[in-house]
């Protein structure tokens, strides 16, 4: 009977792993805050670049359908620089979170050892830390100079800054979820390792900022993301 068990236990094993891949990737980011800034003067809303980075777990379901799901770490950042009579002035934010995206991925072609998948799903994010750097003007620190037009004018130096952001329990969310879709391009390199490139665009439905204020503003996340990575297969395949 024990020989049966452990038999039992060894195919059972063996059929999970059949189906079953891990992997690892690091990309570039591209945010966009989606947000209302028509109440400040001379400022443009631009985005922000950085890094994404994690670990994939994926499930074979069948031959043209396969299911993931990724523990992400990567950046939403974005600035707001003030333009015209402000010129200088500038404020950018970087913010990391920790990403679990929930992925369904279908085969839409294949050729050889190289496949191309279209990815829908959805995911949650948790906003782990938040900085913020930039210049303003120094009121406490301003000269005279005489302008092109021969008047005397009192200018402020510019300042830098930078602090850690913090988090407030009445005005931010700090959980964001949304709808994901992509494509991979995968290549399989032999019957353990294959090679990966990806794009995805996330949408978070929900606002990082919490409606605490009579006409509060809301401010959307909108990520794009270009990874490349590795996968592992815990079967040969043929």
Known sequence: MRQIYILLCFFIIKSLNAQ?????????TNNHLQTNISNRLFTENKNGNSFSTGLIFKYAYK???????ELDLLQKNYSFVRKGIYEGI????????????V????????????????????????????NIKGVISNVFD???????????TNYLRFTDYSQ??????????RFEAGP????????QLNNRYSFFVNTRFYLSIISQ????????????????VISAGCMFNFHKKN
């Open 164 to 173: 850690k952001y913090t988090f407030s329990h009445l005005k931010d969310n």
């Open 103 to 130: 992925i369904i991925e279908y085969k839409l072609l294949q050729n050889s050892k190289w496949e191309l998948w279209v990815d829908v799903g959805f995911f949650v994010s948790y906003w782990v830390d938040g």
């Open 180 to 187: 994901l879709v992509g494509i991979t391009s995968m290549y």
């Open 209 to 224: 900022q919490k409606n605490y204020s009579i006409s509060q503003i809301m401010q959307y996340n909108q990520t794009s």
């Open 90 to 101: 500038f404020a950018n934010y970087r913010n990391t979170y920790l990403q679990l995206p």
């Open 63 to 69: 031959n043209k359908i396969q299911l993931l799901t």
């Open 20 to 28: 079953y891949s891990i992997g690892v990737f690091s990309g570039y």
């Open 142 to 152: 301003s000269y005279y100079a005489v302008d092109a037009t021969g008047v005397m």
